[in-house]
């Protein structure tokens, strides 16, 4: 069974950085695509970053040159440094792997708050 496990959530001030870490099993990741989203509150669920099995990446323009997304392949786990957080960025974060043969997989979400 494929599974995600997201880390690293917390409470923090803005200007402030926290990195998030993303724990798979069942699948490699580095055969995957893999990606963040976040789900603020009252507001849908928006793609923030996606790292591709060729190891090209993608960030959202509202956090691209602050937000990193990379890969331990032998650790098989994800991770998103987020630097000078705002209080925009409050929200759940999620993990996916938007499709390993054709399904798509998702963590349960860890929170993540940013104090103003």
């Known amino acids: 069974q494929v599974q995600l496990v997201e880390r690293g959530g917390g409470l923090v001030e803005a200007g402030e950085s926290l990195t998030l870490s993303c724990a798979a099993s069942?699948?490699?990741?580095?055969?995957?695509?893999m990606a963040w989203y976040r789900e603020p509150p009252g507001q849908q669920r928006e793609l923030v970053a996606t790292?591709?099995?060729?190891?090209?990446?993608y960030y959202s323009d509202s956090v691209k040159g602050r937000f990193s997304i990379t890969r331990d392949n032998v650790k098989n786990t994800v991770f998103l440094q987020m630097n000078s957080l705002r209080f925009e960025d409050t929200a759940v974060y999620y993990c996916?792997?938007?499709?390993?043969?054709?399904?798509?997989?998702w963590g349960r979400g860890t929170q993540v708050t940013v104090s103003s």
């Open positions: 996916s792997i938007p499709t390993h043969r054709g399904i798509p997989y």
């Open positions: 069942g699948t490699d990741i580095s055969r995957n695509e």
């Open positions: 790292i591709f099995s060729s190891g090209d990446t």
